[in-house]
T-cell receptor
């Protein structure tokens, strides 16, 4: 079931700018994951951050996690037109095995 | 990386017919597979969780007699939409995980179902 919210729902920026997306969740988690989805396609796993981690980097991606505020952010630096996609956070709760609960997603448009 | 495939990628069927969608893990054994439904410009809604060899666990509001899920092997799960209606038209996505405690899910490319 849907429990997370993402902010903003849509974001339009110029190539080279940074894009920041935020995600909030409601229950305690074991981990939080970020996924990317190109229009009409499946999801691609970007990064996983565990509940005992505060920040994680992968290439141009930087993810933060604040468990006290039940929120996470995804920063894409030096964006490219190819980064245009929808980005979803998904939380993995403590007591439900591998089940993920997805946020509403942010549609990112990077203009060349 | 782990690869999950879905077949078919697109299907158009007439109202009242049944449609089967396959989800396969190509290079790993999937102990758990998940089925999601996604409406246009919306997020993924989990429909059900299936573990190999056992009955699927359906999310609240999902009709188990309408969306039949079979996970007969560690590499294959199927979703059958029975007596399809136009409102069942959607994008259906499966995902799979391997070892217990390994939290990353690998997603299939999705199946676009259109019921006319």
């Amino acid at each position: 079931s849907q429990q997370g919210e993402e902010d903003p729902q849509a974001l339009s920026i110029q190539e080279g700018e940074n894009a920041t997306m935020n995600c909030s969740y409601k229950t305690s988690i074991n981990n939080l994951q970020w996924y990317r989805q190109n229009s009409g396609r499946g999801l691609v796993h970007l990064i996983l951050i565990r509940s005992n981690e505060r920040e994680k980097h992968s290439g141009r991606l930087r993810v933060t996690l604040d468990t006290s505020k039940k929120s996470s952010s995804l920063l894409i630096t030096a964006s490219r037109a190819a980064d245009t996609a929808s980005y979803f956070c998904a939380s993995g709760p403590n007591n439900a095995g591998n089940m993920l609960t997805f946020g509403g997603g942010t549609r990112l448009m990077v203009k060349p | 990386g782990a690869v999950v495939s879905q077949h078919p990628s697109r299907v158009i069927c007439k109202s009242g017919t049944s449609v089967k969608i396959e989800c396969r893990s190509l290079d790993f054994q999937a102990t758990t597979m998940f089925w999601y439904r996604q409406f246009p410009k919306k997020s993924l809604m989990l429909m059900a969780t299936s573990n190999e060899g056992s009955k699927a666990t359906y999310e609240q509001g999902v009709e188990k007699d309408k969306f039949l899920i079979n996970h007969a092997s560690l590499t294959l799960s199927t979703l059958t939409v029975t007596s399809a209606h136009p409102e069942d038209s959607s994008f259906y996505i499966c995902s799979a995980t391997g070892l217990a405690g390994f939290y990353e899910q690998y997603f299939g490319p999705g199946t676009r179902l259109t019921v006319t």
